[in-house]
């Protein structure tokens, strides 16, 4: 019977909280999922019980830890949906807000009242970040006015703010570990992407208090031990906190300059490690890609509705996504009809908080299977938009795209990335990339691979998908594409 110890790596993305155990070799050898509900009680409101994102990482764990019967686990590893925040008691433990996720538009107000100041220029330029929802800086000061005396108990110290993974690693530690990530860190747009510390304007300028956010470490090092966390045995070692975008080009081995990945989940993050942060174009996010023992900075460009563009045009159509994707693959041609899913604003690169979403090219010779196609093909475009402008601002070629997410697993969708592209697509055929990106750096806190050469020496499961249209066969409906979204920003 095998002893050797092993990793668990927890991802806890928006819609599932999923668990891994990670192999000195990199192997997964066992798994545990669980879904997750998102709740909308307001438009553009989007938040989850922080008590239900637990219990879901506890059910992912246990069925994880179910597969691998009594084999010690010599760390840990923690990924997160980015850019989500909660305020909970410091005494207690216990959440006096609900999560506020990274889809939330609660805070627009707040947003574009910052947006029009001067302060935004330096917002812009200390975080890397354009002023937008998104990121939880105006969460969190809409939260601190709205909580009865949550302003003053945070003041006193007695609420403590995190992002997911704070969250996790206070429950897994019992309380005794108060602590996030250089990558999660850089997107609350109150840390200083030059010094990688909390910055006194920024936290100023937002109206919070330095006493309520964790202290800041590198994605890959010792944080404190489990204590009390049901199902795993006390004294675990945490090793490592990443964002769950951050994660997964670091579980592809996407370590240096000119490789770049496309995550496909309920939204889309195209990022590319580059040298350097200057500069001041911020269509595209300046961020920490992660600090294993060297820091590494990237370019980012987040879209808001991928994946959950899809799910509305299918709750719409009262079609499955699986039908859907079946509709669309039959379908020749979109029949100049396009689908700009900004149900919630645009993100990246056009950031406008207020655009709504359109559909354009409707006539009546307009079926299910048009529609189905217009939103699944949304997904490439919107992939497209970002991808040509990151290899505009990096100044380097990007010759291949590292794919991964859900919707990878969708071959039409594929071939018409690639052939918008006109690049070849490696798709990791493997679901749990950002909880493998974890274990590597909890794995690497560890000892076990010391360097990235190690990392990269990892059997990893991909496959290549090329181009199957020549260039251009496709420009004219990518610039359909290009006409709708402006029409939706001259509506917005």
């Known amino acids: 019977m095998d002893t050797a110890p092993l990793l668990l790596a927890i991802d806890e993305g928006t819609t599932n909280a999923k668990a891994i155990c990670l192999s000195q070799e990199g192997q997964i050898l066992s798994k545990g999922s669980h879904a997750l509900s998102v709740s909308h009680p307001q438009p553009a409101w989007s938040e989850q019980d922080p008590q239900a994102i637990l219990q879901g990482v506890q059910l992912a764990v246990a069925q994880a830890l179910e597969g691998v019967g009594n084999r010690p686990l010599a760390g840990i590893g923690v990924s997160n949906q980015r850019e989500s925040i909660l305020l909970w008691e410091r005494s207690t433990g216990q959440p006096v807000s609900p999560v506020v996720i990274w889809q ?3 805070s627009l107000e707040i947003c574009q009242q910052l947006a029009q100041s001067e302060q935004a220029a330096v917002v812009q330029h200390k975080t890397g970040l354009p002023v937008d929802p998104l990121f939880p800086a105006a969460k969190v000061q809409w939260l601190l006015q709205t909580i009865p005396d949550a302003r003053s108990r945070a003041e006193n110290g007695e609420l403590c703010c995190g992002t997911i993974d704070t969250w996790l690693v206070w429950n897994l530690t019992g309380g005794q570990e108060f ?21 006194d304007e920024l936290l100023a ?36 906190q990443i964002g769950d975008s951050h994660a997964s080009l670091y579980g592809q081995g996407g370590f240096l300059p ?40 990237a370019l980012e460009g987040n879209i808001t509705h991928t994946g959950a ?5 299918s709750r719409v159509l009262g079609k499955s996504v699986e039908e859907m994707a079946r509709l669309a693959a039959e379908q020749e041609g979109n029949d100049g009809v396009y689908f700009v899913p900004a149900l919630s604003g645009l993100g990246a690169p056009h950031w406008k908080a207020d655009a709504t979403g359109l559909i354009t090219g409707l006539t009546d010779h307009v079926t299910p299977a048009t529609l189905s196609r217009a939103a699944i093909e949304s997904m490439a475009f919107q992939v497209a938009d970002v991808f040509y402008l990151m290899e505009e601002m990096s100044g380097t070629s990007l010759d291949a795209v590292l794919v991964d997410g859900g919707a990878t697993h969708n071959d039409w969708l594929m071939q018409f990335q690639a052939n918008v592209l006109q690049r070849p697509l490696i798709r990791n055929n493997t679901a749990e990339v950002s909880a493998i990106g974890a274990g590597y750096l909890a794995g690497k806190a560890l000892g076990w691979w010391p360097t990235r050469d190690d990392l990269g020496l990892l059997k990893r499961y991909t496959q290549t998908i090329e181009p199957s249209l020549p260039p251009g066969a496709l420009e004219a409906s990518y610039d359909g594409w290009k006409q709708a979204v402006a029409r939706t920003l001259f509506d917005g």
């Open 309 to 313: 563009g899809v799910g509305f045009m």
């Open 258 to 297: 000119g490789m770049i990945k496309a995550s496909y989940g309920t939204g889309s993050s195209l990022m590319t490690p580059v040298a350097q942060v200057s500069g001041d174009d911020y269509r595209l996010a300046r961020t920490i890609a992660w600090n294993d023992g060297q820091l590494t900075y």
């Open 179 to 199: 602590v996030t990530d250089a990558s999660n860190a850089s997107r609350t747009q109150l840390l200083n992407l030059f010094d990688q510390q909390w910055d």
């Open 104 to 106: 939330c538009r609660r």
């Open 205 to 240: 300028i937002f109206d919070i208090p330095r006493v309520c956010l964790p202290e800041v470490k590198p994605s890959a090092a010792p944080r404190g031990v489990t204590r009390g966390f049901p199902g795993l045995p006390d004294g675990i070692p945490v090793l490592a």
